[in-house]
């Protein structure tokens, strides 16, 4: 069997894994895997790439296997690598995780003898026969199956600036793409999440004497991370939401409401008061979840222990009590579910206190005029910008903006062969990860993982799930 693996950063490294985990030595030899990996990211993927060690980890260290089989895996490494002790409850750089999984990477190539093809892929197409040709500038392979772990979504660009000079769609690798110029210049950066504090602790670092504004449309930021307990007992009956699943039942959000209400009750958290209290987001909201780590952390280790059945509950919900849920908690729970370290927030607020950045809300435009950005908020006078850095995020929707995606997502989308799925990605049968077309068949040997498969996979974006969902699909591959 041919196998393309395109991409290798954590989906495809945990392909490898498990082609490794699930084949025996003597059925190798009928493998024949190439893998195609842009070259900058090779082996570590986009947000693990070499770049500075002021862009962290916003997980703790002790929660970041890339094995599922042993949570351990990461933690053991830095031990053995890095000679650090203290490592629970840390945030590391990330690319010191970029390190890690390059090792990975290596050793699983060299193990089942991989071809590496160390180019962008342009373009897949599916063949009568139902094998896939792979084309990149320079080569055509034809494959049995593909593995699209191509990673992340194109960023958006809601202010239609891309390709202005001074405007800096992806930050990416921050120490290659923030480079701007020393002195007092003004740089706005548009968004207040994760990306945008990156943009901020790089900005800070090496440019201090930069005017630093976060423009956003409502000044709010994510939840804190809260004093995660070590254990929890057990994650909302799962067993029982299993069975309904599994009798094809529908759930609804009260159902649901209500499990989780009982969970909270159980482990003696107080989600009303939770509920209304934290995670807000607002500077007073970061200062209250300072002051409140560990109830905070009770509730995140519950949402943390809840991950490996988000998919089932959200499954099995039909689309009006997935969008009530969107609605009425959707944002919330997004920024409980990825807090921001405690130290990044704590130096937030310090800075803008003491009046070093400063956070505008109620943006209305932003256009660049006579070689500044000139930023327009409710209520407020122009400002102008030297520079503006873009920190939205992705575009998951891909009914919008897809000119921005790169050619084989646009090509697969445009030829029939993905279907835009209206919660973000791209339809795919779950948890087989296979991609369902336009005519809503199953398009066997084609395997889709990460912000891809994110409308059906809810809440995939960590490592966690992303490197489980490849157990599944290997599992249906090998049986082609
Ligand atoms: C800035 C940032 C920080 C994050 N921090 C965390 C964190 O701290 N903890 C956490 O759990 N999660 C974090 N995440 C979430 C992240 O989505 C996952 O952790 C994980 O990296 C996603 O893995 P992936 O394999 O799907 O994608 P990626 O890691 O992006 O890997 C995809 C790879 O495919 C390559 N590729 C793309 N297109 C092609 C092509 N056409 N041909 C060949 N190769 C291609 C890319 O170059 C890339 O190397 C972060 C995400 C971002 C964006």
């Not at 590391?92 to 060299?110: C, H, Q």
């Not at 009982?262 to 500077?283: M, P, S, V």
Request: hydrophobic share 35%.
């Amino acid at each position: 069997m041919k196998i393309g693996i395109i991409g290798l950063g954590v989906a495809g490294i945990s392909i490898l894994r498990e082609i490794e985990k699930q084949t025996q030595k003597d059925m190798r030899g009928d493998l024949h895997i190439t893998v195609y990996a842009e070259k900058e990211s090779f082996g570590t993927g986009f947000p693990y790439q070499p770049d500075d060690e002021a862009l962290l980890i916003n997980q703790y260290t002790e929660t970041m296997s890339i094995d599922p089989d042993d949570s351990n895996d990461f933690l053991e490494w830095v031990r053995e690598n890095k000679n650090l002790k203290q490592l629970y409850n840390t945030h590391l750089p990330r690319n010191l995780f970029g390190e890690y999984l390059l090792d990975k990477s290596r050793e699983l190539i060299e193990k089942l003898n991989v071809t590496v093809i160390c180019v962008k892929v342009l373009s897949v197409k599916r063949q009568e026969n139902n094998q896939y040709e792979i084309k990149t500038k320079n080569s055509t392979e034809t494959t049995d199956c593909i593995h699209l772990s191509v990673g992340h979504l194109a960023y958006q660009d809601p202010y239609n600036l891309k390709g202005e000079e001074k405007y800096i769609y992806n930050p990416y690798p921050a120490n290659k793409k923030l480079s701007l110029q020393k002195g007092p210049i003004a740089v706005g950066i548009v968004g207040t999440g994760l990306t945008a504090l990156d943009t901020f602790l790089y900005i800070r670092k090496y440019y201090p004497e930069a005017k630093l504004s976060f423009l956003s449309l409502d000044g709010r930021f994510s939840s804190v991370r809260g004093h995660e307990p070590k254990k929890g007992t057990h994650a909302v009956c799962q067993e029982r939401v299993r069975q309904l699943v599994e009798e094809n039942q529908q759930l609804t959000l009260d159902q649901i409401k209500e499990w989780v209400e009982k969970e909270t009750a159980d482990r003696d958290i107080d989600l009303t008061w939770i509920w209304k209290t934290l995670g807000e987001g607002t500077l007073t909201g970061l200062q209250r979840d300072l002051n409140h780590l560990e109830e905070l952390g009770k509730f995140q280790m519950l949402i943390h222990q809840m991950r490996d059945f988000y998919s089932l509950l959200w499954n099995a919900m039909p689309d009006n009590e997935k969008d009530r849920f969107l609605n009425d908690f959707g944002l919330k729970w997004s920024n409980f579910k990825a807090p921001i370290p405690q130290r990044t927030a704590a130096l937030l607020l310090k800075s803008i206190s003491d009046g070093e950045v400063e956070l505008l809300s109620g943006i209305k435009s932003i256009k660049k005029e006579n070689g500044d950005f000139k930023v327009q908020i409710n209520g407020q006078k122009t400002r102008a910008y030297d520079f503006i850095i873009n920190a939205t995020g992705q575009q998951m929707d891909l009914t919008k903006q897809l000119y921005l995606q790169q050619p084989l997502i646009k090509e697969l989308i445009e030829s029939g062969v993905l279907t835009p799925y209206r919660y973000g990605g791209v339809l795919i049968d779950y948890p087989s990860m296979t991609a369902i077309s336009q005519k809503g068949e199953r398009v066997n040997g084609l395997y889709v993982y990460g912000q891809l498969s994110s409308g059906i996979q809810y809440g995939n974006n960590n490592v966690e799930l992303i490197s489980k969902s490849a157990q599944y699909s290997v599992q249906d591959m090998l049986k082609i």
